[in-house]
Structures are given as structure tokens and as C-alpha cells.
């Protein structure tokens, strides 16, 4: 998924936008998050989590993506 993000907050973000402004990751009820960096049986914790304007959501990539996940 790929998805436009008004920075504000964010600036620390800046860095992992492509070229088009957009930041690239898994789509989770209204956030962008990156892979998991750790995890237990208690909690994990992404990369990165950033939220998103829905209305910029694209999926790119496979032929199974959604955005109805």
C-alpha cells in the first residue's frame, strides 16, 4: 500500500517517502506501518506508523491487495 501523508508532526518521516511523497507499508484501520521491528506475546512494535488520509490509499504490488482490508 501506498498512501499521501500531511507531515506536520511527522517531519521524521520525511526520509522514508519515495519520490512521489508517498510512504509505503501495510494498511491498518487508518495508519501506514512498517515491518515489525520486535514483538512478544504482550505487544510488537512496527518500523514505523504514520497516519494516513484514506482518501490517498493506493494499493500497488500483488494481484490479492485490497483496500477493502
Known sequence: MAAGVLLGDYDWL????????????????GYI???V???TD???NPEFWCPIDK???A???GENESLDN
Open 14 to 29: 520525511k526520509e522514508l517517502l519515495d519520490e512521489d511523497g508517498y510512504i509505503h507499508g501495510y494498511y491498518v484501520d
Open 33 to 35: 506501518v512498517g515491518k
Open 37 to 39: 521491528a520486535d514483538a
Open 42 to 44: 504482550e505487544y510488537f
Open 55 to 57: 482518501s490517498t490509499l
Open 59 to 61: 494499493a500497488i504490488g
